[in-house]
């Protein structure tokens, strides 16, 4: 493997007036050096990163960077300005340029360098060295950290500095952060550098996650746990985003991490002191789950799989919602007839309700059709990243071909992912890594899915999925009851969280392909879905004393979730008091959902809590089972908390909004 950076490499006189000259001169010496074999193809990607974000840093640096097919291997070119150039920063043009050129299908390892580089570009000592340097080897084994400007000051293992030996000091306030950027080369591990030695000056203990191309390491959970509050310092969506939940987030670009690291911090401070937090209603935050590849999976086998399959859950939803509403409502306007209706497309009268009827129809199922194969792709992609999508996909289609169902779908992105982590351990030739993800590992991991999705397990898992829905569709009396509590518990335990996906994401694969059963088991996830936020809501509205001014107005909120099935309503009121609110709304909903299934509801909306309740089997049933629910949670709510030896505060007499669990 050559050096990351070499003397032939460095040009200390750049002469350049304008940021595309600098970049086409250090580009002149990659070509040079064989390490790039298209100069015009490379600057047009260079032209088209900066098109995203300019690359100037304050401090008198431009840091312009790419990935590129052009590019053999990871190669960084430097040069120095006497008049500046400018790269779009606050403060002025830079006089330290750096060019750096990153292959499509770069490594961990000479991705790590270059990160570690963009971290040493924070450190006014080596940015100092670097201006004062007369010798181009000199300046090309700095960069490569073979030669250390100045001794770096000591600090704890906690990333604070060594205090002076003086009496026991206050619990330091805590930060965790997030950064990345679209690249995830450059301004991801310069934020980092940046928030770290601000809060290194304020006194701040500080744990960063980067989530760049190397993938990303999870923060310790505990450390999250213990943190005062968030900072996310991001230009790509940040992944898993619910670990953050609970806490005063401060949202904001990587940009400002770089530039206004102290006035993030001071941020932090002040929503943690009113008692701000995130709040995730949606529920839809594990969408990110796994994003990153095998580079970023770490823990246990159990809880990465979990993590993989509600990366595709989340995605599916979307589908799921709009396809399920759109057939709903046209059921409730043409009649469950209206699915046989001829095709709108050679067939539509403006003024006839049935052809409204059947194009809502055909829409929805039309978006109802992408329900496995996006379950498929999005799986694979958490757990191997875009290179995967094309045999998820292709596995998903394959699935709905031999009739696999929702079922094959979930084995199909598991192999799919599988089949490109496989792939992608294996060692190639440096001309192939920029063809890797976009030609060669799609094509290969597509034939291996199709394979053994056509001729190995599609066939059982077809059968598997039969025997599935002739046991819903025979479940009666006891058998549906029992399964109406199992699935009200999981829903409101955890609220949005892993077991409640699981049971939403089990509704919603039977709505693939409706049978009397799978509808009955939507209605009863959905009800049962609805009990926590309209329990917590009523409780504070009956018992306002027991609750804090805070939780009084989530609870006028609550009222609005609660009815829209958005069961994430209630997790303020978990997180405040766990041990009583949790198991009062986790009896409601088996008892709601016991009734549903005992009534015989049905629902074919996968979404929508009382807006669709004209789309409901038995509808006034199916509102007398939500409200027993709601009734069974609001009293022991109420009774659980008027036995605690520590009150909440009554109206007036304390507005901090700080429940005390005894």
């Not at 990153?102 to 670097?130: E, V």
């Not at 950290?145 to 060594?162: F, L």
């Not at 953050?244 to 530039?259: C, E, L, M, R, S």
């Not at 694969?509 to 329990?535: Q, R």
Request: glycine fraction near 12%; aromatic fraction near 6%.
């Amino acid at each position: 493997m050559s050096e990351l950076i070499t003397a032939d490499l460095v040009d200390l006189d750049l002469s350049a007036e304008t940021k595309d000259a600098a970049a086409r001169s250090l580009a002149g010496r990659m070509v040079e050096a064989g390490r790039v074999t298209d100069l015009d193809g490379f600057l047009a990607d260079v032209a088209a990163r900066e098109a995203q974000m300019p690359t100037g840093l304050d401090g008198g640096i431009g840091i312009p960077h790419c990935r590129s097919e052009h590019v053999t291997e990871p190669t960084l070119a430097f040069g120095r300005s006497a008049d500046g150039i400018d790269f779009g920063a606050p403060d002025g043009p830079a006089d330290l340029v750096f060019l750096i050129a990153a292959p499509a299908g770069a490594d961990d390892d000479h991705l790590t360098i270059l990160s570690g580089l963009a971290r040493r570009l924070m450190d006014p000592g080596f940015t100092g060295a670097l201006r004062a340097e007369a010798d181009p080897g000199a300046a090309a084994a700095l960069i490569r950290g073979e030669e250390v400007p100045a001794a770096a000051p000591e600090y704890s293992a906690t990333g604070t500095p060594e205090p002076a030996d003086t009496d026991a000091a206050p619990e330091p306030f805590r930060i965790v952060a997030v950064t990345s950027c679209p690249t995830g080369i450059a301004h991801t591990y310069m934020a980092a550098e940046s928030l770290e030695a601000a809060a290194r000056a304020e006194g701040v203990v500080l744990d960063v996650e980067t989530q760049g191309s190397a993938g990303f390491e999870r923060l310790d959970p505990a450390v999250i746990a213990a943190a005062d509050a968030v900072i996310w310092a991001h230009d790509v969506d940040v992944r898993e985003k619910a670990r953050f939940g609970g806490k005063p987030v401060v949202d904001t670009g990587v940009k400002a991490g770089i530039n206004r690291p102290a006035e993030l911090i001071a941020e932090a401070r002040r929503k943690a002191e009113r008692g701000e937090i995130s709040r995730f209603a949606d529920g839809r935050d594990e969408a990110e789950a796994g994003t990153g590849g095998s580079a970023g999976a770490s823990g246990h086998f159990g809880i990465r799989l979990r993590t993989y399959l509600m990366s595709g859950v989340s995605y599916m939803v979307p589908f799921v919602a709009a396809g399920g509403l759109l057939i709903a409502l046209s059921f409730a306007i043409g009649g469950y007839e209206i699915a046989s209706a001829k095709s709108v497309a050679d067939h539509f009268v403006w003024g006839e309700a049935a052809s409204w009827a059947a194009l809502l129809n055909q829409i929805g199922t039309a978006a109802f059709g992408f329900l496995v194969p996006v379950l498929a792709g999005y799986i694979a992609y958490g757990m191997a990243d875009r290179p995967a999508l094309v045999p998820g996909f292709v596995g998903g289609a394959i699935a709905l071909t031999i009739d696999a169902g929702f079922l094959g779908g979930l084995v199909a992105g598991l192999l799919a992912g599988a089949a490109v982590m496989a792939i992608q351990r294996l060692k190639v030739h440096p001309t192939l890594r920029g063809i890797m993800p976009v030609l060669v590992i799609p094509l290969l991991a597509s034939i291996a899915v199709g394979f053994l999705m056509f001729i190995v397990v599609g066939k059982p898992i077809a059968s598997l999925q039969n025997a599935l829905t002739d046991w819903l569709n025979g479940l009666s009396g006891s058998n549906a009851v029992i399964l109406g509590v199992v699935l009200g518990l999981m829903m409101c335990f955890d609220m949005g969280g892993p077991l409640n996906k699981v049971a939403y994401a089990f509704a919603v694969g039977g709505l693939a392909d409706p049978t009397p059963g799978s509808l009955k088991v939507m209605a009863a996830v959905m009800a049962a879905g609805m009990v926590p936020p309209l329990a917590l809501a009523l409780a504070t509205t009956v018992r306002r004393g027991l609750f804090t001014a805070t939780e009084r107005e989530n609870g006028r909120a609550a009222w609005v979730l609660g009815a829209s099935f958005i069961t994430e309503g209630a997790i303020p009121f978990a997180a405040a008091d766990p041990l009583r609110v949790i198991p009062s709304v986790m009896a409601g909903g088996a008892v709601t959902g016991a009734l549903s299934m005992a009534f015989g509801c049905t629902l074919r909306a996968p979404h929508g809590g009382v807006f669709v309740v004209p789309l409901i089997g038995e509808p006034f049933l199916y509102l007398l089972a939500i409200a027993a629910g709601t009734a069974v949670s609001t009293a022991l709510v109420v009774v659980l908390k008027g036995m605690r030896r520590t009150p909440a505060p009554a109206p007036g007499e304390d507005g901090s909004g700080v429940t005390v669990a005894a």
